[in-house]
């Protein structure tokens, strides 16, 4: 104990958020020792799970031979629905998706029966040799033909305001059109995998890679007919999510479960790469019809879509996934009198799921479709029409579903970006190039994104956490939410740090367990670190303030006065280390642990009308992307690419800025060479790396510039940050725009090419002879 001096009172600059740290399990990732799901050490006598699979799309089942399955070498058991302890479901909000076929398959890839052998090979063999004969039926495969047969998994929605038949009356100009976005597969780098190992007095622990440990207890826990508190599912960490492992872990986990069981034994599924990409859902494709009128000057005064995604078989969560669509069609302009509309069609697929952006992106790129067509329409520049219809900042400010935007920063934003990108520029450049390049033809377009955060489900926006304080010094801490490389449990582990006054050395996560905090939200909406970083901020507050109170107490001063920082404690004139101060605190009979919770404020929403608060707050940002295609092969190029995102008080900007790069390309990708193609049978044809494309090293640009906007969030989020998961993949919108407008500059911008995404090569030689056929008819 020491007396403090200036220099000591320059902690008063000490932080622990804002600042760059390394992954807390960086090292480990580098090394090869960050433990998966399937590196945990197995129990004696553990057996391997695989799936038996439909190989029709829409079929009764009318005879289900197993017996050379059960002959197969290693094989244990062969289970069926039949054999499902509870009940044969897996849905998350509507119960309507079984684990395991009962009569009925709906998709090429349903999981019918589970296979129990000695080895994950002995079993994968033994699934390919069950028989079973199908009586066909219709298949509906794609959204327009849902559409058509009205086939939907919910009711359609409808969000209208202000009257829009009289505003397309009072509209000079009207531009009216279709367009398709496919869909995306997650593909994380470790696939669904779960790992079910019996326990005393009929409990589970079930190690599972999953987003939502908390849904996977209840779903285990109904097919095995317990409780919940039978059931313990726990997760370290995933090599990768995206969404794929919200809802959709839920049927590995169940079979796995339901194996280990019946068996008394414990039991591992792990999903080979085709298999799960058979098996589960994928980003929802949306097929447009849109209709909008427009003043001279290009501003919005009348907008009316249709909307209807393929939803798969069952609901899944394709009714929040249309919800947020329909809330985001507005990005970030303006819209007095809009009409919108989305369904979720039932298709003969898989059940489609969440995907980054959750619906988002979706409904954004059909309103940046349509001010992409008005500009060329009257041939002005994109971003001009852009500027021209965003939100105000006193007025023209309420979106269509009823928030009053507070926080918009999207002009002086796209400004910041405009300028530092020099976009006037290389817009003349880029001309004069196209002028001069009969074959090559660069493009250019600077998109923004506004993206509300919060579950659009407000019972979701709720987190728990606990907070450990040791007599040494040293701190562990336990979330609701799950690591999946995104650095989650860094940011968490910074906020209790900074609380505490310590160095993020004394701190230490331990991994997501229903046991520990009950009743989590998945880690899904970008809500990862708000939810759960207030939480534990809610936790190591109250230690903080026992300490506080025990300090002065021995020291004297007033409790506001004391300062944690630095791993020092000063109170009344003295200076402690933190670890003395806490191993007296529990001589003491301090209590040196704490729960802590988060509910966020100010959120509601009437699905019915739909029409509320949904969002706690909005991220913007804005990219600038240039492009070549070559017009012969239909090849491209990104060139260069310049993103500004606005992530509020970062709490680590080295971790924000790798999110926004990483959702950069993933969005690229799902807007260029992602492209899922079903065969007219109903199989998925693109099901393995070999056939279905995602971004590489090579597909990067080599000029990439990612910078984060100077801002603080207006709202009460931890430590005024902003969220970082979700809304930078929206910012890849301009490199389809920079293809769409290089595009157009073969028939001199006067013709709008119509470009559906994935702008697949295929697809950019379509758009091209398009334009060309427009330009010079009969040609």
């Known amino acids: 104990m020491n007396d403090m001096s200036a220099p000591e009172l320059k902690t008063a600059a000490w932080t622990a958020v804002g600042v760059s740290k390394a992954h807390e399990s960086a090292r480990l990732h580098v090394l090869g020792q960050a433990d998966y799901t399937d590196d945990i050490a197995e129990v004696r006598g553990t057996l391997h799970a695989a799936l038996g699979l439909s190989a029709k799309a829409h079929a009764n089942i009318l005879a289900l031979d197993l017996d050379a399955v059960r002959a197969s070498r290693g094989v244990v058991a062969v289970y069926t629905a039949r054999d499902i302890p509870g009940t044969n479901d897996c849905g998350p909000i509507i119960h309507d998706d079984p684990i395991l076929a009962d009569g009925l398959v709906q998709y090429v890839g349903q999981p019918i029966f589970i296979v129990v052998a000695d080895s994950h090979d002995n079993a994968r063999r033994a699934a390919k040799k069950g028989v079973v004969t199908y009586e066909e039926l219709p298949a509906i495969l794609t959204p327009q033909a849902a559409r058509k047969a009205q086939s939907y998994v919910l009711p359609p929605m409808h969000l209208a305001r202000g009257d829009v038949k009289s505003a397309f009356e009072r509209a000079p100009h009207t531009v009216k059109g279709e367009l398709h976005v496919g869909g995306q597969e997650q593909f994380y780098l470790e696939g669904q995998i779960a790992y079910a190992i019996p326990q005393e007095n009929d409990g589970m622990l079930v190690q599972c890679s999953t987003q939502h440990p908390s849904e996977m207890q209840h779903v285990v826990a109904h097919a095995l007919g317990l409780h919940s508190h ?164 006193t007025e023209n400010n309420v979106t269509p579903y009823g ?99 310590v160095n993020l050395d004394r701190v230490r996560i331990t991994a997501t367990n229903t046991s520990k905090v009950a009743n989590t939200s998945a880690t899904a909406a970008s809500t990862g670190a708000d939810l759960n970083g ?56 301090t209590q040196l642990w704490s729960d802590g919770y988060y509910a966020t404020p100010g959120l509601s929403w009437d699905p019915k009308t739909m029409t ?59 807007l260029t060479t992602e492209e899922l193609w079903w065969n007219a049978g109903g199989k998925l044809m693109t099901h393995a790396p070999s056939t279905y494309k995602i971004p590489a090293v090579s597909d990067c640009p080599e000029d990439f510039r990612v ?73």
């Open 403 to 501: 928030q009053v935007i507070v926080d918009n920063v999207i002009h002086e934003l796209v400004d910041e970006l405009e300028g530092s990108s020099e976009y006037r520029a290389r817009r003349a450049a880029i001309d004069a190039f196209n002028k001069t390049s009969p074959v090559l033809k660069k493009g250019l377009a600077l998109t923004p994104v506004k993206f509300g955060i919060a579950f659009n489900v407000t019972h979701l926006n709720q987190a728990g956490a606990l907070v450990h304080v040791y007599v040494d010094g040293s701190i562990l801490v336990n979330h609701g939410g799950t690591e999946m490389g995104q650095g989650v449990n860094t940011k968490v582990m910074q906020v209790v740090a900074h609380e505490l006054g």
């Open 534 to 589: 207030k939480a534990a901020q809610d936790a190591a507050r109250q230690i903080r303030e026992r300490l506080a109170a025990f300090a002065v107490k021995q020291h004297g001063g007033a409790i506001e006065d004391v300062r944690f920082a630095a791993d020092t404690v000063f109170v009344g004139g003295q200076k402690i280390p933190f670890g003395e101060l806490v191993a007296k605190a529990y001589l003491a009979r």
């Open 230 to 393: 039978h059931v313990v599912v726990e997760c370290r960490r995933m090599g990768g999510g995206f969404g794929g492992k919200e809802s959709q872990s839920a049927l590995w986990a169940a079979a796995a479960s339901i194996s280990a069981r019946l068996l008394g034994r414990a039991v591992k599924l792990r999903a080979d790469r085709d298999d799960d990409m058979l098996v589960t859902g994928k980003r929802h494709c949306f097929h447009y019809e849109y209709e909008v009128g427009y003043d001279d000057e290009g501003r919005i005064v009348a907008a009316k879509v249709d909307m209807v995604s393929r939803a798969g078989y069952s609901a899944d969560l394709s009714g929040p996934v249309a919800t947020r669509a329909v809330c985001h069609f507005d990005n970030a302009y303006y819209l007095s009198d809009v009409d919108i509309r989305a369904a979720c069609g039932k298709t003969n697929t898989q059940s489609n799921t969440a995907f980054r952006g959750f619906g988002g992106p979706q409904g954004a790129i059909a309103m940046e479709y349509v001010l992409d067509e008005i500009a060329r329409n009257l041939g002005r520049d994109a971003l001009d029409i852009r500027k021209l219809n965003f939100y105000g900042k």
């Open 612 to 670: 509320g608060r949904p969002f706690s707050y909005f991220a913007y940002g804005a990219a600038v992307a240039e492009v070549v295609v070559d017009t012969l092969t239909g090849e491209w190029k990104l060139l260069r690419a310049d993103a500004l995102y606005d992530a509020g008080k970062s709490l680590n900007p080295a971790l924000d800025i790798g999110q926004v790069e990483g959702a950069f390309i993933q969005g690229m990708g799902w």
């Open 707 to 779: 910078r984060l906007f100077e801002n603080r969030n207006v709202e009460d989020s931890i430590h005024r940050s902003k969220a970082v998961g979700e809304p930078p993949l929206l910012l890849p919108f301009s490199v389809f725009f920079a293809i769409r407008d290089a595009i157009s500059s073969v028939g001199g911008h006067k013709v709008n090419p119509p470009l559906n995404a994935p702008a697949t090569c295929e697809a950019i030689l379509n758009a091209v002879a398009a334009v060309e056929a427009a330009v010079t008819p009969g040609a």
